[in-house]
Nanobody
Framework: MQLVESGGGLVQPGGSLRLSCAAS????????MAWFRQTPGKEREFVAV????????YYSDAVRGRFTISRDNAENTVALQMNSLKTEDTAVYYC????????????????WGQGTQVTVSS
């Protein structure tokens, strides 16, 4: 499976961005999908996860209420809508996939994208 993220960029605090992750290879409908983020010198941090059929989602406390994860299995894509962005949201954002149930531990995922940079700054 190959995952390719897009949609990152520079945005002012309070602004919005929408990240997308396009998958090629196996159909996504049997994979839980997640977003993680990482800043230099820190471990990769869980952001959000969505179940294989999109019926369940879970968010980190840091982004709950501001970010929304969604998926379109027909298009083999996953999105992360980020609103009310804060400077502390600045990071490289990664899309990840794993068969079966979603997890918050990055070590549980075998399939990763290359990452997309999100910078929140005035």
């Amino acid at each position: 499976m190959q995952l390719v993220e897009s949609g990152g960029g520079l945005v002012q605090p309070g602004g919005s961005l929408r990240l997308s992750c396009a998958a090629s290879g196996p159909a996504l409908s049997t994979y839980a999908m997640a977003w993680f983020r990482q800043t230099p010198g820190k471990e990769r941090e869980f952001v959000a996860v969505i179940s294989a059929l999109g019926r369940a989602t879970y968010y980190s406390d840091a982004v709950r209420g501001r970010f929304t994860i969604s998926r379109d299995n027909a298009e083999n894509t996953v999105a992360l809508q980020m609103n009310s962005l804060k400077t502390e949201d600045t990071a490289v954002y990664y899309c990840a996939a794993r068969p079966g149930n979603g997890k918050v531990d990055p070590g549980s995922y075998d399939n990763w994208g290359q990452g997309t940079q999100v910078t929140v700054s005035s």
